[in-house]
């Protein structure tokens, strides 16, 4: 009976190179995907008086530079919120002088002619909050009464501790 031949070792260098150019392509492919999508905008908060602060925020865009208009505003560059520059952010004071109603904010990515998102914004009527922003106003007397006992237990757990540490030294 003839003898049959062996099959032949795989050629470790072509398996390398396959090896190589697989993790190649499997490290771009989520980067490739992430930037393949559109963008997305959003203005934080949606309802603002005239003169109040808005911030501006867009993912998605795959370059480092953006900007932000609206007619309530002007226009607003955007900066990149990570090195990746998947976000880029931006804050704007809405004119004085805005009227009332709804605006519509353009962000365009990179330059011009890039990609275009945009995402609603309103202008109540009043005066922006001024003073502490309104961070106390919305706090009920239960809440306030809360956060000052917490307060007090760390103040207290704090004396407790160096007091401690220092009868036993």
């Known amino acids: 009976m003839p003898a049959t031949p062996l099959a032949q070792p795989p050629n470790r260098r072509l398996l390398a190179r396959v090896a190589a150019a697989t ?6 492919t989520p980067v490739t995907v992430a930037h393949a999508a559109s963008p997305s905008a959003g203005v934080s908060p949606t309802a603002v008086a005239p003169g109040g ?3 501006l925020n867009v993912t998605g865009c795959g370059t480092k ?3 932000a208009s609206s007619s309530a505003f002007g226009d607003v560059r955007l900066t990149p919120g990570n090195l990746e520059a998947t976000n880029l952010f ?8 805005a009227n009332s109603g709804a605006y519509t904010v353009t962000f365009e990515c990179g330059g011009s002619g890039g990609q275009r ?7 109540s009527s009043g005066a922006a909050r001024g003073g502490l922003g309104g961070s106390v106003g919305a706090m009920s007397p239960g809440q306030i ?3 000052g006992t917490l ?3 760390a103040l207290g757990t704090g004396i407790w501790i160096l007091r401690r540490r220092s009868r036993l030294t």
């Open 151 to 153: 307060a007090a237990g």
């Open 23 to 28: 993790l190649v392509l499997a490290a771009a």
């Open 117 to 123: 998102v945009t995402a609603a914004l309103q202008v």
């Open 90 to 97: 931006g804050s704007a004071t809405v004119f004085s002088n």
């Open 53 to 55: 602060r808005v911030s």
């Open 65 to 67: 530079t953006g900007t």
């Open 145 to 147: 009464a809360l956060g």
